[in-house]
């Protein structure tokens, strides 16, 4: 049961353009969400993150969008830059529980 | 500089051999925790233990074991590799609160032949 979906496995994003990641969640007990990015061979790292009282966090190029009626969220990169390409992982927890993650999306950003 | 470490990076191994996968971290974290991840698919919680001596079963299931002895320390042992095993290995640490996020470790990637 995939309490985290990313139902896009990939994005392809002229740079300049905004690209925009999706992610959907079915447990409404999530309190805190996360995004991650991976590059190949490496762990995934810290991007931004958002707190279910709160519906948008900004972090220079990179907001996030949460719609709790909805259960879904979104990562906004403007402008998108070739370093970008990576996967995005959305993850979310439950009272400062484990965290709990999608599959990904590749995104590339083609100069 | 603080941070997480796992080794070895790369590792090939025959089927039948016990190995193990080190994670140690220089942060002084009390929670710990072990990911399995696929290609394409979810990083997958295996381990994770919340302090020196406690250690549990994740959300998969998985054949391997883990200890946590040292706070900085939290080994993952397979006693017996099999080409199922084959994947990538994540370690991640965190502080406790409620919104702390994970630190993670660049990875294992186990190839069982």
């Known amino acids: 049961d995939q309490q985290v979906k990313q139902n896009s496995p990939s994005l392809s994003v002229q740079e300049g353009r905004i690209s925009i990641l999706n992610c959907d969640y079915t447990?409404?007990?999530?309190?805190?969400f996360l995004w991650y990015k991976k590059y190949p061979a490496e762990g995934p790292t810290f991007l931004i993150s958002?707190?279910?009282?709160?519906d948008k966090n900004e972090d220079g190029r990179f907001t996030v969008f949460l719609n709790k009626s909805a259960k879904h969220l979104s990562l906004h990169i403007v402008p998108s830059q070739p370093g970008d390409s990576a996967v995005y992982f959305c993850a979310a927890s439950e009272d400062g529980n484990k965290l709990v993650f999608g599959a990904g999306t590749i995104l590339r950003v083609k100069s | 500089e603080a941070d997480i470490y796992q080794t070895p990076r790369y590792l090939v191994i025959g089927t039948g051999k016990k190995i193990t996968l080190e994670c140690s971290q220089t942060?002084?974290?009390?929670?710990m925790y072990w990911y399995q991840q696929d290609p394409g698919m979810e990083l997958h919680l295996i381990h994770y233990?919340?302090?020196?001596?406690?250690?549990e079963k994740g959300d998969l299931s998985s054949e391997s074991t883990v200890s946590r002895i040292r706070t900085e320390h939290f080994p993952l042992t397979l006693e017996s590799a099999r080409p199922s095993h084959t994947s990538q290995y994540l370690c991640?640490?965190?502080?406790?609160?409620?919104?702390?996020?994970?630190?993670f470790g660049s990875g294992t990637r186990l190839t069982v032949v």
């Open positions: 991640a640490s965190s502080e406790w609160g409620r919104n702390y996020g994970y630190t």
């Open positions: 447990n409404s007990m999530f309190d805190y």
């Open positions: 233990s919340y302090g020196v001596n406690s250690t």
């Open positions: 958002i707190s279910s009282i709160k």
């Open positions: 942060m002084g974290h009390d929670k």
